[in-house]
């Protein structure tokens, strides 16, 4: 394991094997950091033919407003339990912006893009989809854990066509208190309606990962990453 800095966000990359050929960008939650969701690269349990880069970047430290302006690492502001109301859009774009230069790298780096999967928990999730559904160039799949589909309203004029059939694996916990499931439903709903694939999951837990997910979520990549 490895730490390096980017442009814009310090990361923390794993690689399954020398000369990588897939990449998992995978974002973390409020408050948390890239260390978050490194334990889990054993308990996928990939094949070991598939020589895969996980690259856990650190949102960038700020003041958010729901927690009395606390300062932690956070992908953008929330300013109330609402969360699909008076949105960051600034903050959102921002962190969009922030992976769109960790794809660039990657690329750089010799990963194809659709063999680039965008994987994210709860805020890390929400911009997940946020960039994953607008970028430019189809991606290998979308992963998005207990979270919800940010800026809803103008999704449809800035959605790309390119993932338009890109593979999204939703999950979310029954009893979340932080991100309510109906909201999900909802981001579901739309994602749906808009002529996405997604695979839906729903597990007995509040706002965190199960075993039975991590077993979903291990089917789910083995299917994407080829």
Request: aromatic letters at 6%.
């Amino acid at each position: 394991m490895t730490t390096i800095s980017t442009d814009l966000l310090p990361s923390i990359v794993i690689e399954t094997g020398d000369h990588p050929t897939h990449t998992i960008l995978w974002m973390h939650g409020l408050g948390a950091d890239g260390n978050d969701f490194v334990p889990i690269v054993r308990e996928l349990d990939l094949q070991s033919s598939i020589h895969t880069r996980f690259v856990f970047p650190h949102a960038p430290m700020q003041s958010v407003t729901i927690n009395g302006g606390s300062v932690m690492r956070a992908w953008y502001d929330i300013s109330n339990q609402i969360l699909n109301s008076h949105e960051d859009v600034a903050g959102i774009r921002a962190s969009q912006f922030a992976i769109e230069t960790l794809i660039s790298q990657e690329k750089k780096n010799g990963i194809r893009p659709e063999n680039i999967v965008l994987a994210g928990f709860s805020q890390g999730g929400v911009i997940a989809l946020q960039t994953g559904l607008r970028h430019p160039e189809k991606l290998a799949g979308i992963m998005a854990l207990s979270c919800y589909l940010p800026l809803a309203q103008t999704f449809a004029t800035e959605a790309h066509q390119a993932n338009l059939s890109t593979p999204i694996f939703m999950a979310h916990g029954r009893n979340d208190p932080v991100i309510p499931l109906t909201l999900a439903t909802l981001s579901r709903q739309q994602l749906l309606e808009s002529g996405y694939c997604v695979e839906w999951n729903v597990y007995l837990m509040e706002h965190s990962v199960c075993i039975e997910e991590i077993s979903d979520i291990s089917k789910w990549l083995k299917q994407v990453l080829i």
